[in-house]
């Protein structure tokens, strides 16, 4: 079964997107406020989830065969970063794990899905 290439597509939207919050987020946000934003286990689910998804979406675009385990690996790590970004706390975590919360379901949905061409 393939997967339809304007789900693909949205999946790499949104993994970007999540990176582009995450990353801005920890920068920009977190490293400023200090206390448990900046706790090294915060900061580095950040990292993993913003690498992560940037990973996930190079997959993705060039149809590797193998997309499938890092879609779900990227849901995994999604959904870890939106826990501890509402552990943390305040408007800009919450909205931050909004976004990892969308694109860990939508790379869990392309976690099931075959490979199909990106054209």
């Not at 909004?98 to 949905?109: A, D, K, N, S």
């Not at 099931?112 to 054209?119: Q, S």
Request: glycine residues 6%; aromatic residues 2%; proline residues 2%.
């Amino acid at each position: 079964m393939h997967h339809d290439p304007n789900a693909s597509r949205a999946c790499i939207e949104l993994c970007w997107q999540c990176r582009d919050t995450c990353q801005t987020t920890l920068y920009n946000h977190c490293l400023q406020m200090g206390g448990a934003h900046a706790a090294p286990a915060h900061v580095k689910i950040m990292a993993d989830c913003i690498q992560m998804c940037q990973t996930c979406a190079d997959f993705l675009t060039r149809g590797s065969e193998l997309h499938m385990a890092t879609c779900l690996a990227c849901a995994d790590v999604c959904d870890a970063c939106a826990i501890s970004c509402e552990t943390v706390g305040g408007a800009e975590m919450l909205a931050c794990a909004e976004i990892c919360q969308r694109c860990g379901h939508v790379c869990r949905e392309m976690s099931h899905a075959k490979v199909a061409a990106l054209t």
